[in-house]
């Protein structure tokens, strides 16, 4: 079992920048890709940003730049580098494990297994 926990949401105006963060337990993490996704009210949760284990591989939706995944598996972490953020950005942000294959960033969210409760980032305008 993973759990996932992320923290950094908050409140920011447009133009502003937000960094999230997403701990994992277990002793693993780094042989996982890992992905964040987001859901604004009355969407569906859509890819954002996933990491292979390495780092060495990244996807993004089209930001434009303006997001930079990144992690550090000394501390089981995986980061969400937001910029120039958008009223549009306003959602609820999780973080996902994919133990299964670790070596693809996925893009897909039923591909992975554990996810976090999320954290809130609002733009206002």
């Known amino acids: 079992q993973v759990q996932l926990v992320e923290s950094g949401g908050g409140l920011v105006q447009a133009g502003g920048s937000l960094r999230l963060s997403c701990a994992a337990s277990?002793?693993?993490?780094?042989?996982?890709?890992m992905g964040w996704f987001r859901q604004a009210p009355g969407k569906e949760r859509e890819f954002v940003a996933a990491?292979?284990?390495?780092?060495?591989?990244i996807n993004y939706a089209d930001s434009k730049g303006r997001f930079i995944i990144s992690r550090d598996n000394a501390k089981n972490t995986v980061y969400l580098q937001m910029h120039s953020l958008k009223p549009e950005d306003t959602a609820g942000y999780y973080c996902?494990?994919?133990?299964?294959?670790?070596?693809?960033?996925?893009?897909?969210?039923?591909?992975?297994?554990?996810w976090g409760r999320g954290t809130q980032v609002t733009v206002s305008s």
């Open positions: 277990g002793r693993t993490f780094s042989t996982y890709a």
């Open positions: 990491i292979n284990w390495s780092g060495g591989r």
């Open positions: 996902a494990a994919r133990p299964g294959d670790g070596s693809y960033p996925s893009t897909r969210r039923y591909e992975y297994d554990y």
